[in-house]
């Protein structure tokens, strides 16, 4: 069956409506009907050609909340009606090491992306949320229980959310830890939300004096200018971990030497040209280490859906007709959105 999106057909052209198909519903499928897609930095980067590897025609979108109109006969987690969410991953090989711990974000076959991954279905990539449908294995698709009114406001929860979260749990962020989260964007107020939400002691780091009243009003406890040496200075030798979600290069130094004796700075953006080298004395003398990580597997995504659920956290969102993505995109570019775009899907009707 024909459905409306919105792609690009070229790196170079601006994204456009097009029709597309999705698959029958399989025995272990759930089809979905898309309400609200976040709009990802990732989606820009794919659609632009600026990671390599992007197949055309390209429908990006990995924030996906909507209602269930289909189920296979194998299906039972999931009825007609049902609200849920699709994330980043939509397969895996679920046989590996990774995969058997529900880490398929780490799958040692490649796990299969939202949009952009090899599937049979054609075109022989997958097409993303900028789309009315979508047919997923029910494997990978999650169960949402916020109330109707924060619906377009989850959907960044399916990415962002997940990519700070995973971090925040592994590294055993919570009571007693000071946490810093450096950049406050569509990554970062997650951060800040979610540390503070675990019960740590939160410092958010801007470039901008702008933003520190808003990091209070997510939940930091403290904020510190980063281009400030003295305000950087305090807090030496003082963090359990730090979250650094910015992609940009740069200096990692200065986030290193406030790290305490065994403390760690986690990456999670990929920036465009490789980050200076560390300081490696600074890692070796305090048992510091630099690590990063990778979104989210499965049933950690439901964990954080659940908890923020139960704790009332969601995204601070700007909501987009699907006819407004190429001037979206441009603001994202210059960080001129607080904190994520979300496409209202019922606009794709008018594509």
Not at 87 to 107: A, F, M, R
Not at 312 to 332: F, L
């Amino acid at each position: 069956m024909a459905i409306k999106a919105y792609g690009a057909f070229a790196a170079d052209k601006p994204l456009e409506a097009m029709d597309i198909t999705r698959r029958a519903v399989g025995p272990n499928d759930v089809q979905i009907e898309i309400a609200y897609c976040g709009v990802c930095h990732s989606d820009l980067h794919t659609v632009r050609s600026e990671w390599a590897g992007t197949l055309f025609p390209c429908v990006p979108g990995h924030e996906i909340v909507g209602r269930v109109s289909a189920v296979g006969g194998q299906v039972s987690r999931f009825k007609e009606g049902d609200v849920v969410g699709v994330g980043c991953l939509v397969d895996s090989c679920k046989h590996c090491h990774s995969c058997d711990e529900g880490l398929e974000q780490y799958c040692e076959n490649g796990f299969v992306g939202t949009y952009n991954g090899p599937t049979p279905d054609a075109p022989g990539h997958t097409l993303g949320g900028y789309s009315q449908q979508i047919v997923v294995k029910d494997d990978f698709v999650l169960k949402i229980r916020h109330p109707e009114e924060q619906l377009a406001a989850v959907a960044p929860l399916l990415c962002a959310g997940i990519t700070t979260w995973s971090p925040l749990r592994h590294w055993n962020v919570g009571p007693g830890k000071k946490v810093g989260i450096v950049g406050i964007g569509g990554l970062g107020h997650m951060g800040v939300k979610l540390a503070h939400a675990l019960g740590a002691h939160v410092v958010a780091f801007t470039t901008s004096e702008a933003k520190r009243q808003d990091a209070l009003d997510l939940g930091a406890d403290e904020v510190v200018v980063s281009r400030n040496e003295g305000e950087m200075a305090a807090h030496a030798n003082s963090f359990d971990f730090i979250l650094n979600t910015v992609s940009a290069s740069h200096s990692l130094d200065a986030f290193t030497a406030l790290l305490k004796r065994d403390g760690t700075l986690c990456l999670v953006g990929v920036p465009e040209h490789a980050h200076p080298s560390p300081d490696v004395a600074a890692l070796i003398f305090k048992r510091r280490a630099i690590a990063g990580s990778l979104i989210g597997g499965i049933a950690e995504t439901q964990e954080m859906l659940d908890f923020c659920a139960e704790h009332g956290i969601v995204s601070e969102i700007e909501t987009i007709d699907i006819q407004e993505i190429e001037t979206a995109y441009e603001r994202m570019q210059k960080s001129d959105v607080k904190y994520r775009f979300v496409i209202d899907s019922a606009s794709l009707a008018k594509a």
